[in-house]
């Protein structure tokens, strides 16, 4: 029987059993909560800070008598009731077994995110940003990757990592998957496409729903496992068959979580708008629409969040950067805005996208299209010929874009001097000028604070019209691309200046520092090739800067510079502001570009708060929510880039799988214990060298610098270096594609 826990007294509570007349002194958050509720009952702050001053497990009963919830009030105590109810399912507290509810924020028990493996373990990824905990394969029987649970730790692993067991389940992250359905001896079975999902879906055959062998299905979790039985379900959906044109696509929306339909109150809201801008909504605004605003962006473009604007003043320039102003049509509260906050940004997979706001808005009332009004919110600098913000200030706008031009256009006035360009762009190439001199000044000012840039290639994939892939190419960036992104920059500082000065809760762009244990291995690295970053406590932006500067000509750049690269934090999104590492940037929060991420939209209703006279105290959000919010535009980020990342696998391995037997020249892209990775020079492709395919040769691993040493023969592999490879085998399913080493270069 298990023991009731020991008796301690319970601290004051100023509200205390005396009722509502003391709860607006007790909690500081009273205000806000009398705002969002007409019967308002104790913050989540204020219950948490109450339960962290009992220092113990406390009855429900015990917490409401202690914060003033009345015993004979049945309104209040089911509101009460809700409140830690919602509070146990966003992981702030746990009820134990013997009903007694408890903090989870102390080192016993630690909360957070599972990232499955294939081989059956799994990490924890703790929401307090600590270093991840290994699950082995008994605690990952009854759980998924992406499903939420609290652990307690209970010893180390044999990497010397925390290990830990699941206490509690928090939330389950799967209620669909999506895979290849099975038959086999009259059982089904769905086998996940993730991979970090290592048990197949059981399907019993009442619920198979005429799926056939091999078919790509959507199955529903009616089951979800436990420590003694797989995952089972039925088939809702079937997506089609295996490899056909953009079904890789379907997949990974799916695998990933991306929303894809919008809900039908969405459908409905965005019906009531109209495609042009009302005239009331252009009222007690700043009028622009005689500015020679213009937008600068790529061919492809569909929706256009930034038009620039700059002039000289005295001593140097006045840039204006006008943003979309979509917080005016997605308000709090609307379906429009839960769907966007669900989506958290668009994603871009080749040739299409998923977009956060429907199209409606995406590329009509909220793109800055040109010759037509359109809302917006504006940033206006004033900046010295040193590239230095000299004072800044924002305001609600409307504009009218004076042209549409592209990256390639631009560049070839301001930077080649193109006559045909010119010509036909020449009523707005004075403006074009004001800012090519003022991003000038903007870059240098960039390069004199240590700002990080590397030189990294991004690919294309060109589609024939079958959607076939004719090819892939590298993607390149002029000086046009530079100058947009000088300006944005610019704006985003100013941005997080306003709101910080303001305290009013936003989202920054955090980048942090190297992590220690990856700048242990750095400067190893570093060492052995006679190189030193920085000095003192750690090494800057600047001391990276530097470096990439130096190592810029050596034939073993790309190796040195891919090792750098790795060294770095994930950059995310927190209301703490803790500067922008990579940019070398003390405030930095995204302002431009709300129509695809959710935090730009966040940090424009902060800022129209604060230009209408709010403060903190009375702003919709509170730090914690903002937090919360923080989280989930942060994981959203992610999703994207592992959904399209995977895309581009799926795509890569389609355009090799008739390419088996062919030889090509690459380059090493990463060495592991099991062998190289080597891109294809020239394909932007890369695969696996297994080390059983590296000849005739023991080779050891060696984790500081990088390389594969053979036993016997002594012959190094390292990063960067050249080789000769030969494709030998194509899985489309793994997404995984085999190289034989042939000869080095």
Not at 615 to 621: C, E, G, P
């Amino acid at each position: 029987m298990a023991k009731k826990p020991p008796s301690k007294k319970l601290p004051s509570s100023k509200a205390g059993k005396k009722g509502k007349g003391k709860r607006k002194s007790a909690d500081p958050h009273y205000e806000r909560e009398k705002k969002k509720y007409g019967k308002p009952i104790p913050s989540r702050e204020h219950i948490l800070e109450f339960m962290q001053r009992a220092g113990r497990p406390l009855k429900r009963i015990e917490i409401g008598d202690a914060i003033g919830i009345h015993s004979d009030n049945e309104v209040e105590q089911e509101a009460f009731r809700r409140r830690m109810k919602a509070m146990i399912r966003d992981g702030q507290v746990i009820k134990n077994r013997t009903g007694y509810y408890v903090l989870v924020n102390n080192t016993d028990l630690i909360r957070g995110v599972i990232t499955g493996h294939p081989d059956g373990f799994g990490h924890l990824k703790p929401d307090d940003g600590s270093d991840k905990i290994f699950l082995p394969p008994r605690e990952m029987r009854a759980v998924l990757h992406n499903d939420t649970v609290v652990v307690r730790i209970t010893g180390l692993d044999r990497k010397g990592d925390r290990e830990g067991a699941i206490v509690e389940l928090v939330s389950r992250g799967n209620h669909t998957i999506v895979g290849r359905f099975h038959l086999e001896s009259g059982i089904g079975f769905v086998v996940p496409e993730n991979r970090r999902i290592n048990q197949d879906i059981l399907i019993p055959q009442e619920n198979i729903n005429k799926a056939q062998e091999g078919q790509i299905v959507v199955a529903e979790i009616t089951q979800q496992p436990a420590p003694h039985h797989q995952p089972i379900g039925k088939i809702i959906e079937i997506l089609g068959e295996h490899m056909a044109p953009g079904m890789e696509i379907d997949i990974a929306s799916r695998v990933y979580g991306i929303p894809v339909v919008w809900p039908e109150g969405v459908e409905q809201e965005t019906a009531k708008f109209k495609t042009t801008v009302p005239t009331t909504a252009k009222k007690d605004r700043v009028d622009l629409r005689d500015l020679s605003l213009v937008t600068i962006d790529g061919e492809d473009a569909r929706d256009f969040d930034d038009a620039v604007y700059c002039e000289p003043v005295s001593n140097g320039w006045k840039l204006i950067v006008a943003i979309a102003d979509v917080a005016h049509y997605v308000k709090p509260g609307m379906e429009l805005d839960a769907e966007a906050q669900n989506r958290g940004t668009s994603v871009y997979f080749p040739d299409s996208v998923i977009p956060m706001l429907p199209e409606k808005l995406s590329n009509g009332l909220c793109s800055i299209n040109p010759k037509v009004d359109r809302l917006c919110m504006v940033c206006e600098m004033v900046i010295s010929k040193n590239g230095k913000v000299q004072r800044s200030k924002f305001y609600e706008a409307v504009m009218r874009s004076k042209a549409r031009l592209t990256y390639t256009e631009v560049a070839a006035i301001l930077v080649d001097g193109d006559k045909d360009a010119y010509k036909k762009w020449e009523y707005v190439v004075p403006h074009l000028r004001n800012l090519w001199d003022v991003y000038k000044a903007l870059r240098k000012a960039r390069r004199q604070r240590g700002a990080i840039d590397f030189d990294t290639v991004e690919t294309q994939i060109i589609f024939n019209e079958e959607r076939k892939i004719e090819k892939i190419v590298p993607t390149t960036r002029n000086e046009a691309h530079l100058l947009i992104e000088e300006c944005m920059v610019a704006a985003n500082v100013c941005a997080a200046k306003f709101v910080e000065k303001f305290k009013v809760p936003a989202l920054f762009r955090d980048h942090d520092t190297p992590k220690e244990t990856k700048l242990e291995m750095l400067y190893q690295f570093l060492g052995q090739l006679g190189f030193q970053l920085g000095t003192g406590d750690g090494p800057t932006s600047k001391d990276y800067a530097e470096l990439v500067e130096k190592i810029k000509d050596r034939l073993d750049f790309n190796m040195i510079q891919t090792v750098l690269l790795r060294s770095l934090s994930q950059a995310d999104y927190r209301p703490e502001n803790i500067g922008h590492f990579g940019l070398a940037l003390e405030h930095y929060a995204h302002f431009t570009s709300p129509i695809r991420r959710y935090p730009d939209l966040l940090l424009h209703r902060a800022i129209k708060h604060i230009i209408k006279g709010g403060d903190a105290k009375s702003y919709l959000y509170s730090f914690n929510e903002m937090e919360d919010l923080g989280k989930q535009c942060s994981m959203a980020e992610r999703r994207a880039d592992d959904a399209t990342r995977d895309v581009m696998l799926s795509l890569k391995c389609q355009y090799m799988h008739d390419k088996i037997g062919e030889e090509y020249d690459g380059l090493i892209t990463g060495v592991t214990s099991f062998g190289m990775f080597v891109e294809i020079t020239d394909v932007y492709v890369e695969g696996l060298v297994h080390v059983t395919a590296m000849g005739n040769d023991y080779f050891h691993f060696d984790p500081v610098v990088h390389t594969m040493r053979g036993e016997r023969t002594g012959k190094v592999y390292r990063l960067g270096d050249k080789v000769h490879i030969q494709v030998v085998r194509v899985d489309i399913e793994e997404k995984q594609i085999d190289f034989d080493l042939v000869s080095e270069k």
